[in-house]
């Protein structure tokens, strides 16, 4: 039985989410078919279980199987049997008790908003048309950092135990016609990013809303809207003695 670290990058489109389901195609379905015939004994443990049309440039999994193959010949191997919108594109063995969710310290998710309509970019980034005062969004974004109840962002099919989160570091980057919001954690609650985006978009807007006093409502209704899947990306995620900032 080997063990391997895989860095993977998804269009999240297509697929009903990372988290294999009976009947709809996933990205761990896909990965675990590839693998299949590679090997025997196969699973694949996933850092986060990416939503239904979610990206991914740097989702990390652990895929155990017995095979004989390195880790760089899996590599050729598997991409050779992936479909188009999946890829693994670092690949490295660890040992057999890494565990690509449990290990995890941190992850950074980025939403992507374009300021231009156009079709060609509709399945990658979220369009807003309105004007936004981009410096009250960063600083709404500073509120988030910290050890926070996040119940305000969070779904109600979110069944986690906990609602307390450590944000790390919040971004907010301008690139027009494009602007990214990258937010860092040790875990993440269920719809966490798109309704905390959604809520910097009203903020920018000019909507009054207090970041300070949404956390502490700890009710979904006192925070903006969810926005759509599809401007979303898992982008990195980070583990014990990996050098440079957290995320």
């Excluded at 410096?135 to 050890?147: I, K």
């Amino acid at each position: 039985m080997r063990n391997f670290k895989l860095t993977i990058e998804y269009d999240g489109t297509e697929f009903h989410g990372w988290q294999v389901q009976p009947d709809v195609r996933t990205v761990q379905g896909e990965i675990m078919r590839a693998l299949g015939e590679l090997g025997s004994g196969v699973t694949v443990t996933g850092a986060g279980r990416t939503d239904a049309g979610v990206h991914a440039a740097g989702q990390v999994a652990n895929a155990r199987l017995e095979t004989r193959l390195d880790a760089p010949t899996v590599a050729r191997a598997i991409n050779a049997k992936l479909p188009h919108d999946v890829r693994v594109r670092g690949i490295e063995e660890v040992p057999l008790s890494f565990n690509a969710r449990f290990d995890a310290r941190s992850k950074t998710y980025r939403y992507i908003v374009t300021r231009r309509p156009t079709p060609l970019w509709r399945r990658n980034f979220h369009y807003y048309g309105g004007e936004l005062d981009i410096q009250a969004m960063r600083w709404a974004a500073r509120e988030l950092v910290g050890e926070h109840d996040f119940s305000s962002f969070s779904s109600s099919a979110d069944s986690s135990g906990t609602k307390v989160c450590r944000v790390m570091t919040t971004e907010l980057v301008e690139a027009p016609p494009l602007l990214s919001f990258d937010i860092t954690a040790d875990h993440f609650l269920h719809t966490m990013v798109r309704s905390i985006a959604g809520t910097l978009i009203e903020i920018g807007a000019g909507k009054p809303r207090d970041i300070k006093h949404i956390i502490e409502q700890r009710d979904r209704r006192a925070a903006g809207p969810t926005l759509p899947p599809n401007g979303l990306y898992l982008v990195e995620v980070r583990y014990e003695g990996q050098a440079g900032k957290i995320g």
